[in-house]
């Protein structure tokens, strides 16, 4: 069963970029489509997007042209890009596949 494990959240100012990582176990990851989700303060947990074994990606509304998906086989590690933060994008991240969730980063933007 694959097991996710996400890190490179933190602190940043509105305006600017973090990379999020989503490391992955287990053999079968060329073969698996990945998604991120996040959870703001008091909200619902929101989808942010999604990559598939063809490295294509889908993206809510609005994060279209800010962040961008990634993934990498041969270290069976999904990457989220985030560029342009807002205060509004404060929230735990998660990276999920299947049924299968990581424990989530930390991400806050603020002055």
């Known amino acids: 069963q694959v097991q996710l494990v996400e890190s490179g959240g933190g602190l940043v100012q509105p305006g600017g970029s973090l990379r999020l990582s989503c490391a992955a176990s287990?053999?079968?990851?060329?073969?698996?489509?990945f998604n991120w989700y996040r959870r703001a303060p008091g909200k619902g947990r929101e989808f942010v997007g999604s990559?598939?074994?063809?490295?294509?990606?889908i993206y809510a509304d609005s994060e279209k042209g800010r962040f961008t998906i990634s993934r990498d086989n041969a270290n069976s590690t999904v990457y989220l890009q985030m560029d342009s933060l807002e205060p509004a994008d404060t929230a735990v991240y998660f990276c999920?596949?299947?049924?299968?969730w990581g424990q989530g980063t930390q991400v806050t933007v603020s002055t």
């Open positions: 999920n596949c299947r049924d299968t």
């Open positions: 287990g053999s079968t990851f060329r073969f698996a489509a």
């Open positions: 990559i598939f074994p063809a490295s294509s990606t």
